[in-house]
Structures are given as structure tokens and as C-alpha cells.
């Protein structure tokens, strides 16, 4: 699934007629044109990014696919989750559809998750659906959320509720661009590369605890690494279980449950990214594993401590400003009931029977995730 000269790396995602590269390494941002120009019906791309990474790195990408005869249009929307919204995606298909493009047409989501989810949601359904690249600028959407096919916007009943599964034909992830990504952003991301040793990789796990801090003051050849082992990772998942029809790919929201419940109770907002609540739920996840007897006490700690030395947030308590915020073990209940993982109301937990030994559970009482959630209030 590898391969690639010293500098980049390539991992492919195997998908019977629709499988795609990842290209990951340092300086492809001026190179997306030559990766994608065999890739293309018609040498017409239109590239979406957002307010903040289009001013970075928007000239750049539309210069790279201009160098090999491509034409290269750019839309920007808004920073931010409010891009997801319903009226923001009415807005980004009329000016999709002002520059009328026809279904040869591809479009480049420059950015982070936000920007991915929304310009894959975008080609599974203009004009019925044309092809997409992603160009994942921040560490979480270049070890998950631009791998695998899940595209979605949000509704007031909850995030990704509309969407589709639908692949993209290659993904492009500079390492370079997290250079200007802020310090919590890129820790954000590090717990989705963490996530991976968790899950069924106990030696990278390892690898995290020696080499996370490297990685994150900016060693290059150990970004590239966290990033090829996780996307080698998540291909594998996606491979054998595109759609999320067995519980393989249910294994990748491993402290989701619980971060999920976080976030709404922190409005999907600033409080808390996404990829801190994935932090915190998977150390809540590796807790209640102990506490049920299923996991060493002692690989609990050693979770907690790794994220928690590299800066993610542990305590509920500092989360939102320190006692500012009043947590209550039955809302962040409620909260898991409407998660879309929920199956008639019965609550999914991903817990683990050590590190790198995860496994998917429908089974655990609400008595025990209440304990857990009112100590994890108290400390
Ligand atoms: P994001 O897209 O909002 O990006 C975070 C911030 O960083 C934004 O302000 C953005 O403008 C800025 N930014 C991006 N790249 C930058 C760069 N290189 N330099 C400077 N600033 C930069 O957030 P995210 O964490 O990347 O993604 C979160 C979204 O991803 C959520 O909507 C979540 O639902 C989604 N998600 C999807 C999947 C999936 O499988 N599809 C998986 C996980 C998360
Ligand atoms: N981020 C979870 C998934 O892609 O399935």
C-alpha cells in the first residue's frame, strides 16, 4: 500500500474502480497540479478553500494546476463550522453553479475538515456528481477526515446528519502547510494520530509516547511518518468496511462517545475542536475500560498521561475556562443518546481491553458511564 521516494510518501486506499493515492511529504502544495492533471475528465478544476487558508495558500494551488494547462477557479467561503450549515451549502451550489461547470468539472477542497466535508458533500451532488481532490491543510484532515469518503454538512438536529459517502479520486497532504496552522489546531489533530495506536497499533502507540513532541514542534520526517502510518491505517479500515456496515469502522470513533457529548455541550464551538473532545473521550474510554475491568488500570494512566503531556485538555473542569462551565452526568447522557452512533437508543462505546486492543460495545450499563462521568466532573 506504500510507496514513494525519501521525502514523500504514497499510501493507496484499495477500493475496487474507485481507488485513489494519498501523496504525503513536504512541498506538494506546488505540485497538486502535475499529481492531479492525469487524474482529470477535462483540464478544469475549481478549488474551494476557506477565508483564512485561501489568502495562504490559494495562489499557490490554482498557480500549480495553472503550470500545467488547467484552468483554475477559486471560491471561498467562511472559516469555520458555520460553513457547514444548510444555507452556506445553498449559498457555495449557486456559486458552484454561477461558473457553470459541466460533470467533467473537478473540485479541490483546500483546507481543513470543514472545507473537506463540504466540498465532497458539494461533488456527490452537483450535477448529480463530479469528481473531487483533497488538499487536507490541518493535521485532523490529513489523518482522518480526508481519507475515506464521508462528506456531510450539519443540521439543527445535529452535525453530518446530510451527507454521503463519497470518495475522493486523490488526496494531496503537504506537511509544510501545518507550519502555519496554530499550536492547538495541529494538537487537535494529534490526538486522531494518536487515535490509530489506540485502536490496533500498540508499537506506534509507542512511537507516539517517544516521538509526539517532535512531531509537534515540527519535525518533518516524523510528520510524515504519523501521517503515512495513519493513513495506511484508516485505508486498511476503509478498505474492508467502506460504508460502516460491521463495526470495523466504528473502531475509528474510539473516544467519540464521549467527546461527542462534550462538544455538544459546548456548542461545537471554541471551548472545545473536535480533535480535543476525540482526546479527552478516548482517555474517558480507556478509564471506564478499567473501571469495568476490561483494560490495565495501568494503560489507562499511561493514555492519560501521553495526551495529557503534549498539552491535550485531561479535566473537564479547565475545558471552557476554569468552573465556568457546570457539567452534569445526565445531559452529557442525553447528549450520547442523540449521537448518530446510537442505535434505538442504546448507547456504542468503543472500549479497549489494553492499548491497541479496541473493540466496539453495545452492551455497557448507563449506571457504569454515569459513575465514570461524575468523577471525571469532580476531579
Ligand atoms: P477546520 O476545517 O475548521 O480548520 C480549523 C481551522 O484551521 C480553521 O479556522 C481553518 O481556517 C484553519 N486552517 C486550516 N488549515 C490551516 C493552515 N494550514 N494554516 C492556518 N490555518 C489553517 O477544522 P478541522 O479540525 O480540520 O476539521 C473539523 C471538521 O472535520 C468538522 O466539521 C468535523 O465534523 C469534520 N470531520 C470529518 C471527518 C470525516 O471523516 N469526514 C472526520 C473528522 C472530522
Ligand atoms: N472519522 C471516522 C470515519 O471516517 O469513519
Given at each position: 500500500?506504500?510507496?514513494?521516494?525519501?521525502?514523500?510518501?504514497?499510501?493507496?486506499?484499495?477500493?475496487?474502480?474507485?481507488?485513489?493515492?494519498?501523496?504525503?511529504?513536504?512541498?506538494?502544495?506546488?505540485?497538486?497540479?502535475?499529481?492531479?492533471?492525469?487524474?482529470?475528465?477535462?483540464?478544469?478544476?475549481?478549488?474551494?478553500?476557506?477565508?483564512?487558508?485561501?489568502?495562504?495558500?490559494?495562489?499557490?494551488?490554482?498557480?500549480?494546476?495553472?503550470?500545467?494547462?488547467?484552468?483554475?477557479?477559486?471560491?471561498?467561503?467562511?472559516?469555520?463550522?458555520?460553513?457547514?450549515?444548510?444555507?452556506?451549502?445553498?449559498?457555495?451550489?449557486?456559486?458552484?453553479?454561477?461558473?457553470?461547470?459541466?460533470?467533467?468539472?473537478?473540485?479541490?477542497?483546500?483546507?481543513?475538515?470543514?472545507?473537506?466535508?463540504?466540498?465532497?458533500?458539494?461533488?456527490?451532488?452537483?450535477?448529480?456528481?463530479?469528481?473531487?481532490?483533497?488538499?487536507?491543510?490541518?493535521?485532523?484532515?490529513?489523518?482522518?477526515?480526508?481519507?475515506?469518503?464521508?462528506?456531510?454538512?450539519?443540521?439543527?438536529?445535529?452535525?453530518?446528519?446530510?451527507?454521503?459517502?463519497?470518495?475522493?479520486?486523490?488526496?494531496?497532504?503537504?506537511?509544510?502547510?501545518?507550519?502555519?496552522?496554530?499550536?492547538?489546531?495541529?494538537?487537535?489533530?494529534?490526538?486522531?494520530?494518536?487515535?490509530?495506536?489506540?485502536?490496533?497499533?500498540?508499537?506506534?502507540?509507542?512511537?507516539?509516547?517517544?516521538?509526539?513532541?517532535?512531531?509537534?514542534?515540527?519535525?518533518?520526517?516524523?510528520?510524515?511518518?504519523?501521517?503515512?502510518?495513519?493513513?495506511?491505517?484508516?485505508?486498511?479500515?476503509?478498505?474492508?468496511?467502506?460504508?460502516?456496515?460491521?463495526?470495523?469502522?466504528?473502531?475509528?470513533?474510539?473516544?467519540?462517545?464521549?467527546?461527542?457529548?462534550?462538544?455538544?455541550?459546548?456548542?461545537?464551538?471554541?471551548?472545545?475542536?473536535?480533535?480535543?473532545?476525540?482526546?479527552?473521550?478516548?482517555?474517558?474510554?480507556?478509564?471506564?475500560?478499567?473501571?469495568?475491568?476490561?483494560?490495565?488500570?495501568?494503560?489507562?494512566?499511561?493514555?492519560?498521561?501521553?495526551?495529557?503531556?503534549?498539552?491535550?485538555?485531561?479535566?473537564?473542569?479547565?475545558?471552557?475556562?476554569?468552573?465556568?462551565?457546570?457539567?452534569?452526568?445526565?445531559?452529557?447522557?442525553?447528549?450520547?443518546?442523540?449521537?448518530?452512533?446510537?442505535?434505538?437508543?442504546r448507547l456504542t462505546f468503543i472500549l479497549a481491553r489494553g492499548i491497541g486492543k479496541a473493540f466496539v460495545t453495545r452492551d455497557?450499563?448507563?449506571?457504569?458511564?454515569?459513575?465514570?462521568?461524575?468523577?471525571?466532573?469532580?476531579?
Open positions: 500500500m506504500t510507496s514513494g521516494a525519501a521525502s514523500s510518501r504514497t499510501v493507496r486506499v484499495d477500493l475496487a474502480g474507485r481507488g485513489y493515492d494519498i501523496v504525503i511529504g513536504p512541498g506538494l502544495i506546488d505540485r497538486i497540479g502535475e499529481f492531479a492533471a492525469p487524474l482529470l475528465a477535462a483540464p478544469r478544476v475549481i478549488v474551494i478553500s476557506d477565508d483564512t487558508v485561501e489568502p495562504l495558500y490559494g495562489a499557490r494551488v490554482a498557480a500549480s494546476f495553472e503550470r500545467v494547462g488547467i484552468q483554475a477557479g477559486r471560491v471561498v467561503v467562511p472559516a469555520g463550522e458555520s460553513s457547514k450549515e444548510f444555507g452556506a451549502f445553498a449559498r457555495l451550489m449557486n456559486e458552484l453553479l454561477d461558473r457553470r461547470p459541466d460533470r467533467k468539472t473537478t473540485l479541490v477542497a483546500l483546507g481543513g475538515g470543514v472545507v473537506g466535508d463540504l466540498t465532497g458533500f458539494a461533488a456527490a451532488v452537483l450535477l448529480r456528481g463530479v469528481d473531487f481532490i483533497q488538499v487536507p491543510t490541518t493535521l485532523l484532515a490529513q489523518v482522518d477526515s480526508s481519507v475515506g469518503g464521508k462528506t456531510g454538512i450539519n443540521t439543527r438536529h445535529g452535525k453530518n446528519l446530510i451527507g454521503a459517502f463519497y470518495q475522493p479520486r486523490l488526496v494531496v497532504a503537504d506537511t509544510e502547510v501545518l507550519d502555519t496552522l496554530p499550536r492547538r489546531e495541529l494538537l487537535a489533530g494529534y490526538a486522531e494520530v494518536a487515535k490509530y495506536g489506540l485502536i490496533d497499533a500498540p508499537a506506534f502507540w509507542e512511537w507516539c509516547e517517544e516521538n509526539g513532541p517532535d512531531l509537534l514542534a515540527g519535525d518533518a520526517a516524523k510528520r510524515t511518518y504519523a501521517i503515512e502510518q495513519s493513513c495506511l491505517a484508516k485505508a486498511r479500515i476503509v478498505a474492508a468496511d467502506e460504508r460502516e456496515t460491521t463495526d470495523l469502522r466504528a473502531l475509528l470513533n474510539l473516544g467519540h462517545t464521549f467527546g461527542h457529548a462534550l462538544e455538544a455541550e459546548t456548542g461545537f464551538g471554541p471551548d472545545l475542536l473536535h480533535g480535543e473532545a476525540v482526546g479527552t473521550g478516548m482517555a474517558m474510554a480507556f478509564d471506564l475500560s478499567a473501571r469495568l475491568g476490561l483494560c490495565p488500570a495501568d494503560d489507562a494512566a499511561r493514555v492519560r498521561r501521553h495526551l495529557g503531556a503534549v498539552g491535550l485538555p485531561m479535566r473537564l473542569r479547565g475545558i471552557g475556562g476554569t468552573n465556568r462551565r457546570q457539567w452534569d452526568a445526565s445531559r452529557l447522557i442525553e447528549h450520547m443518546r442523540g449521537d448518530k452512533k446510537a442505535e434505538a437508543g455497557v450499563k448507563e449506571d457504569a458511564v454515569r459513575a465514570l462521568l461524575d468523577s471525571a466532573i469532580a476531579a
